[in-house]
C-alpha cells in the first residue's frame, strides 16, 4: 500500500517562500512519477507540477512557471516542491500524489495515490 505523507505547509507572508516535502512510504509499485496539486476553497483540484520518477522530466503549471520547482530525493524516497515569491492566490490545500497511468501529468486521474495534503496560507 502506497502511503503517501505531505509535509512543510504553514502560513507565509506574500513574497515568502515555502519548502513542502511528501514522503513515500510502504510503497509496493512503482510510479512513473509523482506530482504536486492543490485545492483552495470552492475550488476543483489543480495540477502544480510534477516529476518523472528518473527525475529527468518536470512538469509545470502555467500558474506556477518560475516560481516553483519540483525536485525529487531518491535516496529518502522524497519528493519536494520549493515555492517562492508567493501570492495571496497560491493559498490552497497541497496534496502530493502517485502517478499511476500514462494519462497527461496534469490531469488528476492520472494519479493512482494521493496524500492527505498540508495546507499553505499566503497572507497579503
Known amino acids: 500500500q502506497v502511503q503517501l505523507v505531505e509535509s512543510g505547509g504553514g502560513l507565509v507572508q506574500a513574497g515568502g517562500s515555502v519548502r513542502l516535502s511528501c514522503a513515500d512510504s510502504?510503497?509496493?509499485?512503482?510510479?512513473?512519477?509523482m506530482g504536486w496539486f492543490r485545492q483552495a476553497p470552492g475550488k476543483g483540484r489543480e495540477f502544480v507540477a510534477a516529476?518523472?520518477?528518473?527525475?529527468?522530466?518536470?512538469f509545470y503549471a502555467d500558474s506556477v512557471k518560475g516560481r516553483v520547482t519540483i525536485s525529487r530525493d531518491i535516496a529518502k524516497n522524497t519528493v519536494s516542491l520549493q515555492m517562492n515569491s508567493l501570492k495571496p492566490e497560491d493559498t490552497a490545500v497541497y496534496y502530493c500524489?502517485?502517478?499511476?497511468?500514462?494519462?497527461?501529468?496534469?490531469?488528476?486521474?492520472?494519479?493512482?495515490?494521493w496524500g492527505q495534503g498540508t495546507q499553505v496560507t499566503v497572507s497579503s
Open positions: 500524489a502517485a502517478r499511476g497511468s500514462t494519462a497527461p501529468w496534469s490531469t488528476v486521474g492520472s494519479y493512482a495515490y
Open positions: 516529476i518523472s520518477w528518473s527525475g529527468s522530466s518536470t
Open positions: 510502504g510503497r509496493t509499485f512503482s510510479p512513473d512519477g
